[in-house]
């Protein structure tokens, strides 16, 4: 029983094929495309808008120099949002809960970011390693510190998104196990979990949109601190 509640998490492959490349690519066939009209209709404006809204939220606090980081930032929410909603439906697959893709986008944009403020302005790129008023006894060991939570920093952005979408299925999937065990025995119990299963399947919804908010919020952080 424990393996297969870890099943869901394995890449699918059908005829030899990994059903991951798939599952990356068709989230960009879903959303419309903009026409030539005056007029949008409703679908479109509602897309337009919410991509205005996240990228003016995502920029307000940069420099102007990171406003050339806009539509990298905001593609990359809208793309992690867009595959942690679809790995909510069933017989899907959720790419993001596997930790090597989450890295694969953590440690080239964070390394991007730290290559910047040492090719921009390296004197505050190096200050952040040692804050202002250290004793001088102290300074080896904070610059040791500050360094290692630097290169934490890649591995925090993946392990947080991975472990927060696969706590999640998991739960989803051992309340559902438990709905059906407790259907024939104790019906009233049965349709209480099922009603703490709709609500937790809510939650998640609002935990796949607020992670991948909070993966390209942090990108932005570190971004700024370099720019």
């Known amino acids: ?51 205005n809204r996240s990228t003016n ?8 120099e990171g406003h050339k980081w806009a539509l990298l930032l905001t593609s990359l929410m809208i793309f992690l949002i867009t595959i942690n909603m679809l790995g909510l439906l069933p017989y899907t697959f959720t790419p993001t809960t596997q930790l090597s893709l989450n890295m694969g986008f953590a440690v080239p944009l964070w ?16 200050g952040h390693l040692l804050p202002e008023g250290t004793p001088i006894p102290l300074i080896p060991v904070l610059i ?21 979408l696969t706590a999640g299925h998991l739960l989803i999937q051992l309340i559902a196990t438990a709905v059906f065990v ?12 099922a009603a703490v299963l709709f609500l937790l399947t809510l939650l998640e919804v609002a935990v796949a949109m607020i992670q991948a908010y909070v993966f390209v919020l942090l990108l932005s952080l570190y971004l700024q601190e370099n720019t």
Do not use: K
């Not at 939220?57 to 102007?64: C, K």
């Open 1 to 51: 029983m424990m393996v297969s509640f870890f099943d869901q998490f394995e890449s699918p492959i059908y005829l030899g094929i990994p059903l991951i490349a798939i599952a990356i690519a068709l989230p960009w066939v879903l959303y419309p495309t903009p026409t030539s009209r005056w007029i949008n209709n409703r679908l479109i404006t509602a897309q337009e808008w919410f991509i």
């Open 57 to 64: 939220q995502l920029m307000t606090p940069l420099s102007v």
């Open 111 to 126: 390394l991007a970011t730290v290559i910047i403020g040492m090719r921009n302005q390296p004197t505050v790129a190096l």
């Open 144 to 164: 040791i510190i500050e360094t290692i939570s630097l290169f934490i920093r890649p591995l925090a952005l993946g392990v947080r998104l991975t472990a927060n």
């Open 182 to 193: 407790l259907l024939p025995m104790m019906p009233t119990v049965a349709v209480l979990t």
